[in-house]
């Protein structure tokens, strides 16, 4: 049985906006109380899904969360009209107004992590949602993530709730999770990637932990032998790379990393991984350490090099490797000539470069707005068509952002009750376009 690599992006919804709400996110940060342009960055995502589409890879598309979240509103205690809840949470603190409007559900390489039944002992494809529990604005999102892929996957998939949150149990899903396989993906072995732990970074709070790791591994059925934990390097942790995923990508027998992406202590762990995987897939791991003198950390954080998503299809027999690249990665001259020199020597088949500036400007690059799901051919036809990206499908989406979506917003916006009704309606026309109804999430 062969199985194949589908991807899961969201659409960016109309209150996305820039916070600096981001845990050691340099980008959130440096970009934080500037104008978005929410517009552009849903256009933006979807001419990313339509490149993968048209790549001939299954894409399927998630709706926007509902944002402003008046549940987190009134949790914190505020009462009265929409009107006044929003400009009493400005007023009184702008970071919980923020969070209750973030679109950082977008970011849905964080959504869960995804093993495929081939790996499991239940012979089940397994999901387990991410408790994001790091972060106020995004432990928001795993209620709905939940109730969303459950109704995508509604049958013969397990999707598990988010694991209990707290410090020891931070979980940012599959952002910190890498499954390297065989070509057609039957066999692989799972990585777990974890920041905790000493020697601790000293400037970040990490945001996945080794007990995260250890426990999806457990309730997804994985056998041991198979299931490796890596250290995060603590001096990529401080430099900004909050997830794995922004220093090192991976894809079937490739794994490209930054030669400061792990910790020495997680040397053994890698060696034990290779050796294993020989014997697993019969074929050896093709391992990439970038060295910094060709790229630096501070260098591969800013562009999102690693943060490239790598994809892969066949026709005719022949299997070609692409890589999205943010066109940060083209107009830096050290990034461009080390992506150049991978194509070059056949690791990838083709580069694209693709505009994600809104999304990239709150630090998430083509890898953080994408979930990947390993899944058999007869389990993919049975998933709802409306979920797949179609030329129709795309056509209307734009249709509503183009008609409805502000082309400029910022914080203090977002205490306009209208602007906020108007969100709430512009994410319920897109749910229903996409099949989800209210009643449902």
């Known amino acids: 049985m062969s199985f194949i690599e589908a991807q899961i992006d969201r659409v960016v919804g109309p209150t996305h906006h820039f916070g600096g709400l981001g845990v050691g996110n340099v980008a959130s940060k440096m970009h934080a109380g500037q104008a978005s342009n929410p517009q552009a960055a849903a256009f933006q995502g979807l001419d990313k899904m339509r490149l993968v589409a048209g790549l001939g890879v299954p ?16 949790a914190f205690g505020y009462r009265g009209t929409p009107a006044e809840i929003l400009q009493n949470v400005l007023d009184d603190d702008p970071s919980v107004l923020s969070a209750a409007a973030s679109c950082s559900a977008m970011w849905t390489a964080n959504a869960a992590t995804v093993t495929p039944s081939c ?26 993530t939940r109730k969303e892929l459950g109704r995508l996957f509604n049958t013969g998939v397990e999707v598990r709730d988010a694991l209990p949150g707290g410090a020891s149990m ?13 070509p057609d993906g039957q066999f692989g072995v799972n990585v777990f ?10 400037l970040h709070w990490p945001r996945q932990t080794l007990a995260t790791g ?48 792990f910790a020495p202590e997680s040397r053994s762990e ?52 692409s890589i999205l690249c943010p066109v ?4 830096h001259t050290g990034a461009n000539q080390l992506i150049q020199r991978l194509c070059a020597e056949d690791v990838f088949d083709a580069v694209h470069f693709v505009d994600l500036g809104q999304s990239m400007d709150g630090g998430g690059g083509p890898a953080c707005l994408r979930l990947r799901v390993p899944i058999s051919k007869h ?21 509503i952002i183009s008609d409805r979506y502000p082309r400029k917003l910022q914080l203090a916006d977002l205490a306009d009750a209208e602007i906020c009704q108007q969100a709430l309606e512009t994410q319920r026309l897109l749910s229903e376009r996409l099949g989800h109804t209210a009643n449902q999430l």
Do not use: C
């Open 119 to 144: 790996d499991s002992d239940q012979g089940t494809l397994m999901m387990t949602v991410a408790n994001l529990s790091a972060s106020l604005h995004r432990s928001i999102e795993a209620t709905v």
């Open 193 to 202: 990637v974890h920041g905790d732990g000493q020697p601790e970074p000293h």
């Open 214 to 261: 250890k426990a999806i591994a457990r309730g997804h059925g994985l056998k041991e032998n198979d299931v490796f934990h890596l250290k995060q390097h603590p001096d990529a942790i401080d430099a900004g790379a909050f997830h794995n995923d922004v220093v090192a990508m991976s894809h079937q027998d490739l794994l490209i990393h930054h030669e400061s992406a």
């Open 328 to 331: 940060q990665v083209q107009r």
């Open 270 to 321: 890698m060696s034990r991984l290779q050796s294993r995987f020989q014997e697993v897939v019969e074929r050896p791991l093709r391992v990439l350490s970038i060295a910094s003198d060709e790229l630096t950390l501070e260098d591969a954080i800013n562009t999102y090099f690693f943060n490239s998503q790598v994809i892969s299809t066949s026709n005719s027999g022949k299997t070609s490797w």
């Open 59 to 74: 894409q399927l598309i998630l709706p926007p969360q509902p944002r402003p979240d008046f549940h987190l509103l009134t």
């Open 170 to 182: 931070r979980d940012e899903g599959a952002a910190n999770h890498m499954r390297l396989s065989s």
């Open 379 to 399: 389990k993919l036809v049975r998933l709802a068509e409306s979920a797949f990206w179609t030329e129709t499908l795309d056509s209307d989406l734009r249709d």
